[in-house]
């Protein structure tokens, strides 16, 4: 017999699965959170690197990079607290 009852799912393991931006949160099961996420840490990341290949890098590259890597340490910061709200933490 299939039940329909779901296992909580683990803050920490949410945390760690977070290290790739978005899949935390697919983990969560929370889909739009997650293509947020991992679209605008995609476009910080790729295009700042592209823009630190040229004299502008320093100017707008690198600060697009350090919001990517900001994005990043939201991602898991923000899976582990939506996976203890879900358990009713």
Do not use: Q
């Not at 739009?32 to 100017?59: P, Q, S």
């Not at 898991?76 to 709200?85: N, P, Q």
């Amino acid at each position: 017999m299939v039940s329909n009852v779901t296992r909580p799912k683990s803050p920490l393991m949410a945390a760690a699965l977070a290290v790739v931006p978005g899949l935390g949160h697919l983990y969560l099961g929370e889909w739009r959170k997650a293509a947020g996420i991992f679209g605008a840490a995609l476009l910080l990341e790729g295009f700042g690197f592209d823009f630190d290949l040229t004299w502008i890098g320093a100017v707008v590259g690198v600060p697009m990079e350090l919001g990517g890597v900001g994005l990043w340490l939201y991602s898991i910061f923000d899976a582990y607290h939506s996976a203890r709200r879900l358990r009713g933490y």
